[in-house]
Nanobody, 116 residues
Framework: QVQLVESGGGLVQPGGSLRLSCAAS????????MGWFRQTPGAERELVAI???????IYRDSLKGRFTISRDNAKNTVYLQMNSLKPEDTAIYYC??????????WGKGTLVTVSS
């Protein structure tokens, strides 16, 4: 079983930066990829970025150049660096791990609010 805990959300002004963290515990070796998704009220959860166990990354096209996903294997932690934040980036950000048996495990989410 994999458990995920997100942190790093909060209130930031437009143009500012935040770094989200997702710490994984449990059956770490079963994780094939980890990623960040986000969701606003009334909308579907959407992909932000994914990083595979091999280090490959996938980004939502509209976020390329502003958001960067990375990982620290020693800490079993994945990060999302978000720069030049815009009000439309306001959402709950969820960490997801895709594990070897085909299942997805989700964190509880962390709220990011971009507002002046």
């Amino acid at each position: 079983q994999v458990q995920l805990v997100e942190s790093g959300g909060g209130l930031v002004q437009p143009g500012g930066s935040l770094r989200l963290s997702c710490a994984a515990s449990g059956s770490i070796s079963s994780i094939k990829s980890m990623g960040w998704f986000r969701q606003t009220p009334g909308a579907e959860r959407e992909l932000v970025a994914i990083i595979t166990s091999g280090g490959s990354t996938i980004y939502r096209d509209s976020l390329k150049g502003r958001f960067t996903i990375s990982r620290d294997n020693a800490k079993n932690t994945v990060y999302l660096q978000m720069n030049s934040l815009k009000p439309e980036d306001t959402a709950i950000y969820y960490c997801r791990s895709h594990i070897a048996n085909g299942m997805d495990v989700w964190g509880k989410g962390t709220l990011v609010t971009v507002s002046s």
